[in-house]
Each structure stands twice: as C-alpha cells, then as structure tokens.
C-alpha cells in the first residue's frame, strides 16, 4: 500500500468498523455509544428491523477487526489469520508502519478467535447445529477492548494518529 492508501486505512475504513461495533455494547468511557432504548426492544415492529440490521453489522465488522489484526479461530484454538501467502489484495496490520500481528500465544487471542468463530457461524454464512461461541453485545465489547488497545499501541501510535479522534472524525 502507498502511504496515501495507508493514510486511509487509518482515517477511513479501520475506524468505520470500530463505529459499527460500538453502537449499544457497554464499552467503557470514552468509547460508550449509547443508543435510543427502544430500537433494543423487539416492539414496535420497526425498531426490531433497526436492531437486526445493526447487530448484523456489528457481527461483520468485527469479524473483519479479528482478522486485521491477524487472528482466526482453528480446531478451538487461536492462530494468525494471514495466510502463508496471502493475495495481493489482502490486508493485514503488519503491512501498516509499527502494524504487529496479534500472537495467537497472548491470552486474550482466545477471546477474538473464539469472537471470530462465533461471528462466521452467526453471521457469516449459513450454519445449523454448531452451538456457535457467544456473540452477545458483552463479548463484543469485551474484544472491541482488546483490538482498540493493539491499534492503539501499533499502527495508530507509529502514524502519530489517536484513534480515538479518527472514529470520532466524520
């Protein structure tokens, strides 16, 4: 990627992710998003429509946060997500300037490949029977945590950028 190319990662599509996460899951200061109480609720009709939709996306979202990172979920266990030889098209953290992959050793990796798993088999396609891992909005948060903090203490400190002010920039 060109540095121009990167620049827009940073300031374009990492943090829209990150805002499609957050809205509802309880996320600590600064980074809580509260949203009208009723769009939660299954009644009226429309609201639940919202709800969907937004959860849907939030399942998506982090998926794709887990995999920039570098995590994946394999036979219950975490493991790098980039491939031994991945297209040209494919991006990945470490082809950023201070961009790291996440270890599948740490002991949090388990949280995001366990988070990853359970967003493909909800969201991702189509599954029956498999008892997917837990996606609800406080494992999301929990993961969101996480992903910020490596972004945080990589990409978006070796670019001199606070993440923060970058999902907050419209």
């Known amino acids: 990627m060109t540095p121009q190319e990167q ?16 809205p509802g899951i309880p996320m600590k200061a600064p980074w809580l998003v509260q949203v009208e109480p009723t769009i939660m609720q299954p009644r009226p009709f429309p609201n639940h429509c919202v709800w969907a939709a937004l959860h849907e996306g939030r399942l998506a979202a982090m998926r794709w946060l887990i995999e920039f990172v570098g995590i994946k979920e394999k036979e219950g266990h975490a493991v790098n997500s980039k491939s031994r030889s ?4 494919d991006a990945y953290i470490d082809a950023f300037p201070g961009g790291i992959l996440f270890t599948p050793s740490r002991v949090d990796a388990q949280i995001l490949a366990s988070l990853w798993k359970g967003c493909s088999q909800a969201s991702g ?38 993440l923060f002010d970058a999902v907050h920039r419209l």
């Not at 620049?7 to 957050?22: F, Q």
């Not at 991945?86 to 098209?89: D, F, G, L």
């Not at 189509?126 to 945080?152: C, F, K, M, Q, Y």
């Open 125 to 162: 396609h189509a599954t029956h029977g498999t008892n997917h891992p837990d996606v609800s909005d406080r494992r999301l948060a929990e993961a969101l945590t996480v992903i910020i903090a490596h972004l945080e203490q990589t990409i978006y400190r070796a670019n001199g950028i606070n």
């Open 86 to 89: 991945p297209r040209v098209t």
């Open 7 to 22: 620049r827009e990662w940073l300031l374009g599509h990492i943090p829209y992710r990150i805002r499609a996460v957050l």
